[in-house]
């Protein structure tokens, strides 16, 4: 890969600024530590958070899991890590595999057989553990908690010398540290011996040393520098003694606010395409928001980003993992994982005086409590009212009625090589009440099992179609895509009765092309798939994957968790399945569980189409259809004999509603 010259001179700068650290260690002047105090004023204090939140579900939640750490037992990634008695912060307890500490440089962090999967060394190094351990003590007055913090960053300091080490491998872990280190000073600093706090202040300074000079402007700007940005400017402000605490907190405000501009598309959505990496990057950008005082612009960008954030996760409160789970959080990241982003919603809610947003005062206790103190107005709604919306820059579609949510994916891979995106384009995701009936089955792996990630992001692994078992895009590399593929929206129309949308998706040589119809009066969803491309005979293959109980009620005819009907053409092939090879759903990343799939595969001459019927009325036993061949249009048919219609053209749409034997009558 070429590098501009620009690059290549911030490369050389930084790698003679790294070996001058490594040659001759920094240490904190004993003048700066002298004039340093906990609790941070920035910050609300801690006695005060910790009064309010022992009447609350969370003091035994808290303590619980803190509990848990003592034992060496860690919650990460959806799973439990269990550790030796003294903790080998270079090991990965998965593999057993343990790298040295040697200069970070020379950490080859990507290769499994000689360091383990990072991302669980990584995961436990970012020491939020440490900062629920600080919690519980505030809660609970502990000694216990507070002894724990003191040996593990004992070790870690031993483990772990300035510069070598995986450890030091990545900015963001780095920054991730010192923001649990920041943390961990302003909740118990005051009850810490004066000797061992001059240590972690001292790792403090080096932590920002080693931010400012390995800051990710080339290497990986996303997320990553955004993540080093807020935590090199969080160090700056709340620790002004530091002799370079001005220079880290004006770089790390201005690149914040670079990257907020460049990050954080017109539509309130975040670049990566992923809405995971997008709550992510709104928690950076809120700790940073409290820090430094927003100006209106900012506050603006932070509103459309948590109004995004409001429509994909409808009433039902649930993320939607489209794109990339890193299995991360900013602050707190314990508890169930695809409510994360209530915790996130509701300090957008606090900070910007926004109480419809926070739906339930327990969403402020993970997070805004801590990082805001008491909030004076809570909603107490039950969620939004549920609204069809288009996001233009991320190409997402929200059809919504009451508690039924459809999110259609029609739009662009990432930006570079795409790395957080999948290959799901024209996909659905479809919630009615608590019940996730269609899914995205989430990430799993990164880097750990090269078959497994392509399995996991791969267009069959995703409810779109799939042609001659090609992918949408070819991978390239764990982080990387080629030859994506061209995609448009050809129509969109919304009102009270229906939603319509038609987009089309082209690639290697195929043009698939997608209409979804959303007849709200009959909660009835019709799926047109139409592929034209090479001639000959070519398999398509439609692909659903269900988050609820299947059954099978006819040969094209599944009922989907407690009330939802699923049809499919009687003249293609329908397979129900779990396991294998895309029957998969992956809650958090290392962790997958068997779930329930429907293929349905044609072969044909091109142009062929593929089509499905979702009734979510629950009034129906037995549904089956059939597809109008002289234009767009299904008749939907049921065991009691109605019959309901829908036609769409390219000036009007028409639902009918009669019997099966033809006496059907136009209503709309």
């Known amino acids: 890969m070429s590098r501009s010259p620009s690059e290549i001179h911030f490369r050389l700068r930084q790698e003679f600024s790294n070996l001058r650290l490594l040659a001759v260690p920094p240490h904190l002047p004993a003048s700066a530590i002298a004039g340093t105090h906990a609790p941070l004023s920035a910050l609300p204090l801690p006695a005060d958070t910790g009064s309010r939140l022992k009447t609350t579900p969370y003091y035994a939640e808290c303590l619980s899991i803190a509990q848990k750490i003592l034992a060496h037992r860690f919650p990460l990634l959806g799973a439990t890590l269990n550790t030796d008695q003294e903790i080998r912060w270079r090991r990965d307890y998965v593999s057993r595999v343990e790298s040295r500490a040697i200069y970070f440089r020379r950490i080859p962090y990507l290769d499994t057989t000689k360091v383990g999967d990072h991302k669980v060394i990584w995961e436990l190094n970012r020491h939020q553990h440490l900062v629920l351990l600080a919690q519980a003590h505030v809660l609970s007055e502990r000694q216990d908690f507070l002894s724990e913090i003191v040996r593990q960053l004992e070790t870690w300091f031993e483990q772990n010398p300035f510069q070598r080490g995986i450890n030091w491998s990545s900015a963001l872990e780095v920054a991730f540290r010192a923001l649990s280190w920041i943390w961990v000073y302003h909740l118990v600093g005051d009850r810490l011996d004066e000797a061992f706090c001059s240590r972690l202040l001292n790792g403090l300074y080096q932590h920002g040393l080693h931010l400012e000079t390995n800051l990710s402007f080339y290497f990986s700007p996303n997320t990553h520098l955004l993540g080093e940005a807020v935590a090199l400017h969080a160090l700056g402000i709340l620790f002004p003694h530091f002799p370079a ?20 598309l017109e539509d309130g959505s975040h670049f990566e395409q992923s809405i995971y990496y997008h709550v992510y990057a709104l928690d950076m950008f809120l700790f940073h928001a409290i820090l430094k005082q927003p100006d209106d612009a900012f506050r603006d960008k932070l509103t459309g980003m948590a109004s995004f954030l409001e429509a994909v996760m409808g009433p039902s409160g649930v993320l939607p993992f489209l794109g990339d789970d890193d299995g991360g959080r900013l602050f707190h990241p314990y508890g169930t994982r695809n409510r994360f982003g209530l915790a996130t919603l509701a300090t957008c809610g606090a900070l910007l005086d ?14 805004a409590a801590w990082w805001i103190g008491p909030v004076g107005r809570v909603s107490g709604l039950d969620g939004p009212i549920p609204c069809s919306t288009r996001f233009a820059d991320s190409g997402l579609i929200v059809m919504a009625k009451d508690d039924v949510q459809l999110i259609a994916d029609a739009g662009p891979f990432g930006p570079g090589t795409a790395g957080h995106s999948h290959a799901d384009t024209l996909s659905l995701l479809l919630r009615q009440g608590d019940e996730q009936l269609l899914i995205d089955p989430g990430t799993y792996t990164y880097v750990a099992d090269p078959t497994w990630r392509n399995l996991f992001r791969g267009t069959a692994a995703h409810n779109t179609v799939r042609i001659d078992g090609l992918d949408q895009a070819i991978p390239g590399g764990p982080f990387a895509w080629k030859s994506r593929p061209e995609i448009k929206i050809l129509r969109w129309e919304s009102c009270a009765e229906w939603d319509l949308l038609s987009a089309a998706c082209s690639y290697g040589g195929f043009a698939h092309q997608r209409d979804i119809v959303f007849s709200k009066a009959d909660l009835l969803i019709v799926v047109l798939d139409r592929v034209d491309g090479v001639p000959g005979q070519h398999r398509i293959e439609q692909f659903w994957h269900f988050g609820a109980a299947v059954r099978q009620l006819s040969p094209d005819c ?14 293609a092939e329908t397979r129900l399945s779990d396991g294998g090879d895309y029957g998969w759903i992956s809650p958090a990343l290392g962790t997958k569980f068997r779930s329930p799939i429907v ?11 593929l089509a499905a019927v979702i009734d979510l009325s629950g009034k129906s036993r037995i549904l089956r259809f059939r597809v109008h061949k002289d234009h767009c249009g299904i008749d939907c048919v049921y065991d009691n004999g109605g019959m309901v219609s829908m036609i769409w053209t390219d ?3 028409q639902r009918m509603s009669g019997r099966a034997d033809g006496s059907a009558s136009i209503i709309s």
């Open 354 to 367: 926004r109480a419809d947003w926070i739906r339930d005062p327990c969403h402020l206790w993970e997070q």
């Open 558 to 571: 599944f009922q989907v968790g407690t009330r939802a009907l699923v049809a499919f053409e009687p003249s």
């Open 599 to 609: 293929c349905v595969e044609r072969l044909a001459l091109l142009p062929a189409s």
């Open 245 to 264: 605490a001005n220079r880290w907190r004006e770089t790390g405000a201005r690149v914040v606010r670079n990257e907020l501009d460049r990050q954080v």
């Open 651 to 653: 000036s009007k749409i």
